[in-house]
């Protein structure tokens, strides 16, 4: 018998939700620490820096919406 109340939620769908928030800082983070790696490397500051920074914050938020929609897609009773 399903569970009525106030916390009647899936927890299978809070941790899609709760994992989509960390796609977007770990991408972030990963552009970060290439483009600085690769600066120390090549002794080319601060430009791969940025240029995988730009790269981390671009592909972040491409995963993160891509998520998003898979994620509606297969809840569209939100």
């Not at 939620?9 to 770990?26: C, R």
């Amino acid at each position: 018998m399903p569970r009525k109340g106030f916390f009647n939620f899936d927890l299978k769908k809070v941790a899609e939700v709760s994992s989509l928030g960390l796609v977007l800082p770990s991408s972030i983070a990963i552009g970060l620490f290439m483009g600085y790696f690769l600066d120390r490397l090549l002794g080319t500051d601060p430009w791969l820096l940025i240029i995988f920074l730009i790269f981390g914050i671009i592909s972040g938020f491409y995963s993160l919406i891509r998520g998003l929609n898979k994620y509606l897609a297969k809840n569209k009773d939100i």
